[in-house]
């Protein structure tokens, strides 16, 4: 008896991260959204930020940032999401690789050229994807852009502005 209540303890203390979120979101951002009160950072990518600029194949300046999300934002209106925890970040989001049916939101978004492979935490397991997005063209390899991480850097140091901090360097695409 006491086995089974120790059981039933240690099995109701596991993290609740550990459970799948399943249901409709909310999109923060390119690679951010919010099921059921959490924040999910999508696992093995990284979006353009919402306000950054790309330069597209007629070398104009166009949202990327916005695209990102619009189109993340289009892709589940109305649909059911599955998110598998993976990790934690650190400011405490939960980082999961997402699905609608059988597609891998953070495929989807590489593969459109909107997202790029973060090979450090994916394993290089986008890297096919983000190749044949950057030798068709599509999304962001289309011009040219700023790494993302790059952007957020220059944004969070002092006097940081879109304009500059999309079109600098370095990080430059």
Not at 14 to 30: F, H, M
Request: hydrophobic residues 40%.
């Amino acid at each position: 008896m006491h086995l089974a209540c120790a059981l039933v303890i240690i099995i109701s203390a596991a993290p609740a991260a550990a459970r799948d979120l399943v249901g409709q979101v909310s999109i923060v951002d390119g690679d951010t959204l919010d099921i059921h009160d959490e924040r999910i950072r999508l696992w093995g990518i990284d979006a353009p930020e919402s306000t950054q600029l790309c330069r597209g194949r007629d070398r104009r300046p166009y949202r990327c940032g916005a695209l990102a999300a619009n189109t993340l934002d289009a892709f589940v209106r109305a649909k059911t999401v599955r998110c598998t925890p993976v990790d934690d970040d650190r400011y405490g989001r939960i980082v999961a690789r997402c699905a609608v049916g059988k597609v891998d939101l953070g495929q989807m978004l590489v593969s459109r050229g909107l997202a790029v492979e973060e090979p450090q935490y994916s394993h290089g397991h986008y890297g096919a994807d983000q190749l044949a997005a950057r030798r068709a063209g599509r999304g962001i390899w289309a011009g040219r852009f700023v790494e993302p991480s790059f952007y957020r850097a220059c944004m969070h140091a002092a006097g940081g502005r879109v304009s500059e901090c999309s079109d600098g360097t370095p990080g430059w695409r």
